[in-house]
């Protein structure tokens, strides 16, 4: 049975309940995830071939410190970098090191920023030049997967709502999608009640109801959906060593719809790549 709560009721402590936050609390994620999509913007002018993607992870540091904001991920359970950079196979958690980006490459770049406690959190991938169709295809099926599951997010539907949509869109493009990784409730806490499956059932899993917020991060793959975890613990890869694409987007759900917190303020939704703008979905 799942269970809903004022979110201030326990802010601290992730109890398996869903948060159901008040209009002070959109108020403060907007501004911790525009922060976010702020500095995903201008990831975009500096990914390049030749650039380590240690510079990325200094930038992302550098960004939020500037900007009176902590990187979620640094020293995260013992994670000691402020982004996740995962190129080509890897599939999330891609550690920045001082290898540099190759003309062709693919990367996701993850970054969630706390502003006064509250996490923003959203991924983009990145073309690094030149890159092959197969790899273009792949981020805008996966784009448009994320888009298809924004669209369920409103009051009464269900969590498989999302996920279905997004298998059945990602499958039909002869993708697959990973199901070892999920979106998750986010606010005050970085990793929250409920999971969201970007595979399912219409009608399956817990209700969404009004001041849920939660992140949408679909990671679909050009072959086949299976992945392992690498040796450092956090790095995930196809095991068959397929293509790999993610984007993430923060929403809540609002009385009428839903509110997408993470949107790019300079339209670069898609950074260097070919797919559509989004539309915002309206209240």
């Known amino acids: 049975m799942t269970t809903y709560l004022a979110a201030e009721a326990n802010p601290t402590r992730n109890t398996g309940a869903i948060r159901l936050y008040d209009a002070a609390a959109f108020d403060g994620m907007r501004r911790a995830c525009q922060l976010t999509a702020r500095c995903l913007d201008e990831l975009a002018a500096i990914v390049e071939p030749g650039l380590p993607t240690e510079a990325i992870d200094r930038f992302v540091y550098d960004f939020a410190i500037a900007n009176d904001a902590v990187p979620a ?6 994670y000691t970098k402020s982004v996740c950079t995962s190129i080509n196979h890897v599939v999330c958690h891609g550690i920045p090191n001082d290898k540099p980006l190759k003309e062709g490459d693919i990367v996701n770049i993850d970054v969630t920023l706390i502003v006064d406690g509250w996490h923003g959190d959203s991924s983009r991938m990145y073309p690094v030049g ?4 197969a790899a273009e295809r792949l981020c805008d099926v996966t784009y448009r997967s994320l888009l298809l599951g924004i669209e369920q997010v409103r009051p009464g539907g269900n969590i498989g709502d999302i996920g279905e949509a997004i298998q059945t869109f990602a499958e039909a493009e002869r993708c697959s999608v990973v199901r070892d990784f999920c979106g998750h409730g986010v606010g005050r806490l970085f990793h929250d009640a409920p999971n969201i499956l970007h595979y399912g059932r219409r009608g399956e899993g817990p209700e969404m109801r ?3 917020i939660f992140t949408i991060e679909p990671m679909i793959n050009i072959g086949r959906p299976h992945v392992k975890i690498l040796n450092d613990g956090w790095t995930a890869v196809t ?5 790999s694409a993610q984007y993430e987007h923060t929403v809540g759900v609002t009385e009428t719809g839903c509110e997408v917190f993470t949107l790019s303020p ?4 898609t950074p260097g790549l070919a797919a559509d703008d989004p539309a915002s979905p309206a209240d």
């Open 266 to 269: 300079a339209g670069l939704h």
């Open 210 to 212: 009004p001041g849920m």
């Open 239 to 243: 095991r068959d060593r397929s293509l």
């Open 130 to 133: 030149r890159i092959k169709r």
């Open 73 to 78: 991920t640094l020293n995260y359970r013992g």
